[in-house]
């Protein structure tokens, strides 16, 4: 993992977005990755924490590109594939990031910012729960 130059305790800019809120007592070890799975592009920044096990990720920030990711239950299903879990997961309900709609559970939200276009945050359950989560994620904004 190589250090990123534009993370921080700040969040910094990540692929077209500003990533406003960082809870306090995330690591301090920020990492920037681009990855692609399954005709999606991702950019992604995480911010992890070495422990005596070895390194805990604490936060995830995905900002994903791909024609596949129409619609928010595309893109619901398409996390549901990579992150290997049930699509019918009921653990979901709706929140807002600005006009858009969006799904939170208790660790992660997503939202499509646009056809194509979407953003996932994944947040440690010990870092204050489904409020800090939704605070990062409603801190995520396009950059104009």
Do not use: C
């Amino acid at each position: 993992m190589s250090e990123s130059g534009g993370g921080g305790r700040n969040g910094g800019k990540l692929d077209g977005f500003r990533i406003g809120h960082v809870p306090a007592g995330v690591g301090d070890l920020v990492s920037d990755f681009a990855t692609e799975w399954d005709e999606v592009r991702f950019a992604s920044r995480v911010w992890e924490r070495e422990t005596a096990e070895g390194a805990r990720v604490d936060l995830r920030v995905h900002v994903l590109r791909g024609e596949r990711l129409a619609t928010l239950a595309d893109l619901r299903d398409f996390l549901a594939e990579y992150h290997e879990r049930d699509p019918a997961d009921g653990t979901f309900t709706g929140f807002r990031h600005g006009g858009l709609p969006g799904l939170v559970g208790a660790t992660e939200a997503f939202w499509l910012v646009t056809p194509g276009v979407a953003v996932d945050v994944l947040l440690d359950a010990t870092l204050g729960g489904q409020p800090e989560l939704l605070a990062v994620a409603t801190g995520v904004d396009p950059l104009t």
